[in-house]
């Protein structure tokens, strides 16, 4: 098979192959049936003719009496026709029947009275079958006892012309192969047919899916209810990935409509603090008042735009890991401070409880600089004034367990996973909290997965949002 095997050429090949071996098994199994019941029943003739002949092989006074050549040589059709040779075992000395001429039969026998069959060629062109017995001579007088070794022993061999079992055979071989080659042909071509009749749904699949607009693409394939049972699986296969393609694209879609609407509110603002400016004679306080807005504005894009760029970067598997050692608490601590005049504004504690034995980790500083800074940052955004920020560190099962827990005002009631998709801010709870583009989290987890960790929002009571993140050991 070459590089792009075809459905229907491994089949046919396979299918064919099999028939051929089929055919041939049954040629070579009625070939040597038939052939085997010919030599059987060859043998038995001889077997039954050369029991007759050899008890008329006598002795008496001494003398040998080979009665089975006389009756051949008294009648003239045995006598073209039989092939016999026997052979005094003492002297080596034997008598044939006129039928062989001046050829020779083959000299072989068994045990004494055990006939042996054997295939053999006479005159050098003659195919026979022949028998070999030993046998004692039998003594015409029975009054007299002989000794055993006094018996003479003679090997006597019937040979049976097989030029009628050949030709009979051969005819055989000729019939079988024609049948077998016709057998070969016939299921040939109905299989073809079958085999090709039987992939039009499949040709008509690949068409209908080539055939399909861009803007089908999430659409599922419907088939009719004799639709080939074999085919239904790659058909439920091909639904399900083009709904995940459709919802990769509608993603995709979503991402692009945020990102413009979060870039289009700073730029409105910016807008219209640059119209008002521009509307009449300011003061140089006012006009610097104004540009500070804008200036503050335009922060807030740079960072809704380095957000973006490392959260596309994260997902088309850019981020190369630049691994070092870190202090995680020293990490936690940091990032904590920086947020300090937040806290401050929102009247917000923090409560430590850093039992991790493993801070020490290796790892990238600053997707994990990025990581821990979202996740307190998104804690104290969303946190009920006046509460406090629970930050935690534990070992389980050979990871380091992070928790940042914060209370919320209200009850959360909504999918815990929807708070990881890029933009989500849909609820009550989540949408006070100012300046923030709904990314925050989505950049975690494309960074927990970059790093080999794991973050979830861990299932706690209905008033307290809780990130968790599980980071496997280093080995240092």
Not at 196 to 205: C, T
Not at 320 to 349: C, P
Not at 368 to 377: A, E, P, T
Request: charged share 25%; hydrophobic share 40%; proline share 4%.
């Amino acid at each position: 098979m070459g590089p792009n095997p075809s459905i229907l050429g491994r089949l046919l090949l396979g299918t064919g192959l099999s028939i051929l071996l089929m055919v041939l098994m049954g040629i070579v199994i009625v070939y040597f049936s038939i052939r085997n019941s010919f030599i059987e029943q060859i043998d038995v003739d001889l077997k039954s003719t050369a029991n007759l002949m050899v008890s008329e092989l006598e002795t008496q006074g001494g003398n040998v009496y080979h009665e089975w050549l006389l009756d051949i040589e008294d009648d003239p059709t045995r006598a073209l026709d039989d092939l016999a040779q026997a052979w005094d075992v003492r002297t080596g000395q034997s008598v044939k029947s006129p039928a062989l001429g001046p050829r020779e039969l083959p000299r072989f026998h068994g045990e004494l009275n055990q006939p042996v069959f054997l295939d053999a060629t006479i005159g050098g062109d003659q195919s026979v079958r022949a028998i070999g017995i030993l046998v004692n001579a039998v003594p015409k007088d029975r009054v007299i006892e002989v000794p055993d070794y006094e018996i003479p022993q003679f090997v006597f061999v019937l040979a049976a012309s097989t030029r009628q079992k050949d030709n009979a055979l051969r005819n055989l071989r000729q019939t079988l192969i024609l049948v077998g080659l016709g057998t070969f042909v016939l299921c040939g071509v109905a299989i073809f047919g079958v085999i090709n009749q039987s992939l039009v749904p499949l040709k008509d699949l690949s068409d209908r899916l080539d055939a399909r607009e861009d803007n089908q693409l999430g659409r599922p394939i419907v088939i009719s209810h004799n639709f080939p049972m074999e085919l239904r699986g790659l058909v439920e296969g091909y639904n399900h990935l083009l709904e995940r393609i459709e919802g990769v694209r509608k993603r995709e879609r979503d991402f692009s409509y945020h990102a413009a609407h979060e870039l289009r509110t700073p730029l409105s603002g910016i807008k219209m603090v640059t119209e008002l400016a521009l509307t009449r004679e300011r003061s140089s306080k006012d006009y610097q008042n104004r540009f500070q807005k804008v200036d503050t504005i335009a922060d807030g894009m740079k960072t809704t735009v380095s957000r973006l760029m490392q959260f596309a970067r994260l997902q088309g598997g850019n981020e190369v890991l630049v691994l070092d050692r870190i202090d995680l608490h020293e990490l936690l601590d940091t990032a904590w401070k920086e947020l300090s005049q937040k806290t401050k504004d929102h009247k917000l504690s923090a409560k430590w409880k850093l039992n991790s034995e493993h801070f020490i980790q290796e790892n990238d500083a600053e997707l994990l600089r990025i990581l821990v800074s979202n996740l307190i940052d998104n804690a104290a955004s969303y946190a009920e004034e006046g509460s406090a920020i629970k930050i935690g560190t534990f070992d389980e099962k050979k990871h380091l367990i992070l928790t940042i827990s914060n209370a919320i005002p209200e009850k959360l009631e909504e999918d815990r996973e929807r708070f990881f998709e890029p933009f989500y801010r849909a609820d009550k709870v989540r949408t006070h909290g100012e300046g923030h583009t709904g990314i925050g989290l989505s950049l975690c987890k494309e960074i927990a997965l970059t790093i080999g960790a794991i973050i979830n929002i861990a299932p706690t009571d209905e008033k307290t949002f809780e990130a968790q993140v599980s980071i496997p050991f280093s080995d240092l």
